[in-house]
């Protein structure tokens, strides 16, 4: 889930591919996260998260952000990626929250777009920092 101050950017079909060329050709489908409703409600309340699947945030702009993972039921994979699509920043196996107040992901740099996959997809496929990533709506 994100916790941003950001406004949302134009609408999009809502849904995508991001492909990690340097790491494989490994790719996920994704849903869009592009309003702050969406984004506010992120991947709070499932069950799980097949490997094959994720959630794109994209935001206006460039700038630091800041995830938590309240409400989120499983652990997940952050990738936080700049408007070049280059990965700035990977948090690895972040854990569900279990008690507030929630600790927080930062992205450690501006990014436009952050990927949320299943935990481990990172490790499994390669994805490193510095690599770069294509999205296609």
Known sequence: M???L???CGS???AGTVSFPDAGGASV???VADTPEK???GLM????LAEDRGMWFIFPDEQERVFWMKN???PIDIIFVDGEY???TIWKSVPPCVSEPCPTYHSGAAVRYVLEVVSGFCERHGVRENQLVTYKP
């Open 29 to 31: 489908k994704v849903e």
């Open 12 to 14: 999009s079909s809502g």
């Open 72 to 74: 989120v039921k499983f």
């Open 39 to 41: 984004q506010t409600v």
């Open 6 to 8: 950001a406004a949302a």
């Open 2 to 4: 994100a916790l941003t």
């Open 45 to 48: 309340y499932r069950a799980s």
């Open 86 to 88: 280059k990965i700035k």
